[in-house]
């Protein structure tokens, strides 16, 4: 069973930055699908960042030139720095890692932005 362990979140005043972790139990070094989605209160789970198969990243149009999206295989640690918070970027962030065509996802932390 693989785990993803999300750590980093927070409280931050706007326009403040945070880092966001997610350890997996397994090697990364092989996968290339894997990302950060956010779900805020009353509102459906949203793409953030994310590597795809081909090796590109994404980014959602609201994080573009704010978040980061990096990753360290040799600590099987995937990463999301965050610049310039705002209060809508308030929301539960998770992780998500895709070995064999199966997505595991993680438990998800708490990023708070207060204006």
């Known amino acids: 069973q693989v785990q993803l362990v999300e750590s980093g ?25 894997m990302g950060w989605y956010r779900q ?5 789970r949203e793409l953030v960042a994310a590597f795809s198969s081909g090796g590109t990243t994404n980014y959602a149009d609201s994080v573009k030139g704010r978040f980061t999206i990096s990753r360290d295989n040799a600590k099987n640690t995937m990463y999301l720095q965050m610049n310039s918070l705002k209060p809508e970027d308030t929301a539960v962030y998770y992780c998500t890692m895709q070995w064999y065509g199966l ?11 207060s204006s």
């Open 40 to 44: 805020a209160p009353g509102k459906q």
């Open 9 to 33: 979140g927070g409280l931050v005043q706007a326009g403040g930055s945070l880092r966001l972790s997610c350890a997996a139990s397994r090697s990364i070094s092989s996968i290339n699908v």
């Open 103 to 113: 997505g595991h996802w993680g438990q998800g932390t708490q990023v708070t932005v």
